[in-house]
């Protein structure tokens, strides 16, 4: 038996261990004792746990003690506690091992992290440093286009051998400004207040206005300087208290409503240009001047109501038009530029001025928005305007708008708001040719119901006169008689 434990040994330390104390027992076996006990040990040390060899020993002990035939000096519990012994001593080197595998992941990450820290750190240096070469390159290609082409970017007159005093320019711009030639002088001599008084004067005629206005911009050294000194009166700098007739607050809607047309003008024009006559026009001065203005008119901006705007502001047209007519747009955030366009969206040009300001891919979010708020016939007309109808259906989205307008507290507003909404979606459906989708004629019949019922309650609210009865016969004719 002790032979055979002795070829045995040939495992681990833990393995040696209990070889050494089995070996240990069995000297202090008697000569006798059966090949039974080996072939308990044998199963012993082919046991797959710590647990259940230790289990599995503690039998096998006591059937060879009820078995011996002289007294172990040995004990079970010394045998078992030198077994959980080496368990517990496992188990602490396996923790220190976890622990340190786990600062091992831990400087690794950390290490990583550093890494990708530093690496965008370089590239962002790499893209600033790109972005100053190219704005340098810019700059001196402007510059140089500017001074070859400076006669025909500021629109003087052309000198040639046809046209020695370049009248032939001037009488072909006078030939395209049909309805209004003063403009032609107004714009030659850079005389911004002048030509503010004039499109206040004639802004009945609108579209005439906006057709020769660019035209008349040809005449002008510089258009796009003319239209920067034409701002100032935007934000007008209180001298003076307003006056208590509100005369102030019609003429100051007035001097905005011209700023916006001048700067739509003023890209209607650019529009027409090649870009080296666009460079010369747009100088690095005209943009660093129109980021200054823009950047004066940010701040008073925060204060506007989005809901008190209901989509119409003219502050917030104003500085959205010139980001886009004075090409700025990229100086200032992307977002703040979106939270605008709500108060802009119910204009007529809230479309094409999101086109030139470069949002179109944002355009999902910004009618998201306005369905929240409850603005949905804002909402299809941009969904149109940028082909988004599939991901915002237009009829479902008419009739929540006239659900949401029957939505009121009481019967008077009730009825105003029903036959507001009522009329909003006809013009949308009829704009959008929607008929086949959504029939208006249930719609024009609520609203000459609508319109009857207030015209019944208007008349219920009005104080009867009394009438004065002419009594009958003849009556005796009054002469009047000279004091």
């Given at each position: 038996?002790?032979?055979?434990?002795?070829?045995?040994?040939?495992?681990?330390?833990?393995?040696?261990?209990?070889h050494?104390?089995?070996?240990?027992?069995?000297?202090?076996?008697?000569?006798t004792?059966?090949?039974?006990?080996?072939?308990?040990?044998?199963?012993?040390?082919?046991?797959?746990?710590?647990?259940?060899?230790?289990?599995?020993?503690?039998?096998?002990?006591?059937e060879?003690?009820?078995?011996?035939?002289?007294?172990?000096?040995?004990?079970?519990?010394?045998?078992?506690?030198?077994?959980?012994?080496l368990?517990?001593?496992?188990?602490?080197?396996?923790?220190?091992?976890?622990?340190?595998e786990?600062?091992?992941?831990?400087?690794?990450?950390?290490?990583?992290?550093?890494?990708?820290?530093?690496?965008?750190a370089?590239?962002?240096?790499?893209?600033?440093?790109?972005?100053?070469l190219?704005?340098?390159?810019?700059?001196?290609?402007?510059?140089?286009?500017?001074?070859?082409?400076?006669?025909n970017?500021?629109?003087?007159?052309i000198?040639?051998?046809?046209?020695?005093?370049g009248?032939?320019q001037?009488?072909?711009?006078?030939h395209?400004?049909?309805?209004?030639?003063?403009?032609?002088?107004?714009?030659?001599?850079?005389?911004?207040?002048?030509?503010?008084?004039?499109?206040?004067?004639?802004?009945?005629?609108?579209?005439?206005?906006?057709?020769?206005?660019?035209?008349?911009?040809?005449?002008?050294?510089?258009?796009?300087?003319?239209?920067?000194?034409?701002l100032?009166?935007?934000?007008?700098?209180?001298?003076?208290?307003?006056?208590?007739?509100?005369?102030?607050?019609?003429?100051?809607?007035?001097?905005?409503?011209?700023?916006?047309?001048?700067?739509?003008?003023?890209?209607?024009?650019?529009?027409?240009?090649?870009?080296?006559?666009?460079?010369?026009?747009?100088?690095?001065?005209?943009?660093?001047?129109?980021?200054?203005?823009?950047?004066?008119?940010?701040?008073?901006?925060?204060?506007?109501?989005?809901?008190?705007?209901?989509?119409?502001?003219?502050?917030?047209?104003?500085?959205?038009?010139?980001?886009?007519?004075?090409?700025?747009?990229?100086?200032?955030?992307?977002?703040?530029?979106?939270k605008?366009?709500?108060?802009?969206?119910?204009?007529?040009?809230a479309?094409?001025?999101?086109?030139?300001?470069?949002?179109?891919?944002?355009?999902?979010?910004?009618?998201?928005?306005?369905?929240?708020?409850?603005?949905?016939?804002?909402?299809?007309?941009?969904?149109?305007?940028?082909?988004?109808?599939?991901?915002?259906?237009?009829?479902e989205?008419?009739?929540?708008?006239?659900?949401?307008?029957?939505?009121?507290?009481?019967?008077?507003?009730?009825?105003?708001?029903?036959?507001?909404?009522?009329?909003?979606?006809?013009?949308c459906?009829?704009?959008?040719?929607?008929?086949?989708?959504?029939?208006?004629?249930p719609?024009?019949?609520?609203?000459?119901?609508?319109?009857?019922?207030?015209?019944?309650?208007?008349?219920?609210?009005?104080?009867?006169?009394?009438?004065?009865?002419?009594?009958?016969?003849?009556?005796?004719?009054?002469?009047?008689?000279?004091?």
């Open positions: 038996m002790y032979g055979w434990l002795r070829s045995q040994d040939n495992g681990d330390a833990i393995t040696r261990n209990k050494a104390w089995l070996v240990k027992i069995s000297k202090q076996w008697n000569a004792t059966k090949d039974k006990h080996a072939w308990i040990l044998v199963q012993l040390l082919h046991s797959d746990s710590t647990s259940s060899k230790i289990q599995q020993l503690q039998k096998a002990f006591a060879l003690e009820s078995q011996r035939a002289v007294t172990l000096n040995l004990k079970w519990q010394e045998l078992e506690e030198h077994f959980h012994g368990e517990r001593s496992l188990k602490r080197r396996f923790h220190e091992l976890e622990d340190q786990k600062e091992y992941e831990t400087k690794t990450r950390k290490a990583q992290e550093l890494l990708e820290k530093k690496k965008a370089v590239e962002a240096k790499e893209k600033a440093s790109l972005e100053r190219q704005n340098k390159r810019d700059s001196a290609v402007f510059a140089i286009n500017s001074a070859l082409d400076k006669y970017n500021n629109n003087a007159p000198i040639t051998d046809d046209n020695p005093d009248t032939v001037e009488a072909e711009i006078s395209e400004v049909k309805a209004y030639p003063e403009l032609l002088k107004l714009c030659k001599d850079m005389d911004s207040t002048g030509l503010h008084k004039f499109v206040s004067d004639n802004r009945k005629n609108l579209t005439s206005l906006k057709e020769d206005i660019p035209l008349a911009f040809k005449a002008a050294a510089n258009p796009a300087t003319l239209v920067l000194d034409s100032e009166g935007f934000y007008p700098i209180e001298s003076s208290p307003p006056p208590s007739d509100g005369k102030k607050d019609t003429n100051l809607l007035g001097t905005r409503r011209t700023c916006v047309m001048l700067m739509e003008c003023l890209s209607i024009l650019l529009s027409r240009l090649d870009r080296s006559s666009l460079a010369g026009i747009l100088s690095e001065n005209v943009k660093r001047r129109a980021k200054a203005i823009a950047g004066g008119w940010n701040p008073l901006l925060e204060g506007l109501d989005i809901d008190a705007c209901n989509g119409n502001s003219l502050e917030a047209h104003a500085f959205l038009q010139l980001l886009a007519s004075f090409a700025v747009v990229k100086e200032f955030k992307e977002d703040e530029l979106l605008l366009i709500p108060m802009v969206s119910r204009r007529r040009q479309a094409e001025l999101c086109r030139s300001l470069g949002l179109s891919e944002k355009m999902s979010g910004v009618i998201e928005v306005l369905l929240k708020s409850g603005r949905h016939i804002d909402a299809v007309n941009l969904a149109f305007a940028f082909e988004l109808t599939e991901q915002f259906p237009p009829v989205l008419l009739k929540s708008n006239l659900t949401e307008a029957k939505r009121s507290s009481s019967q008077d507003e009730f009825n105003e708001r029903e036959l507001t909404g009522v009329k909003a979606v006809v013009k459906v009829e704009e959008h040719n929607l008929e086949e989708q959504y029939p208006v004629e719609l024009h019949k609520r609203i000459l119901e609508l319109e009857k019922a207030k015209a019944e309650k208007k008349k219920a609210t009005e104080p009867t006169k009394p009438q004065t009865k002419r009594p009958r016969g003849a009556q005796p004719r009054v002469t009047e008689v000279a004091a």
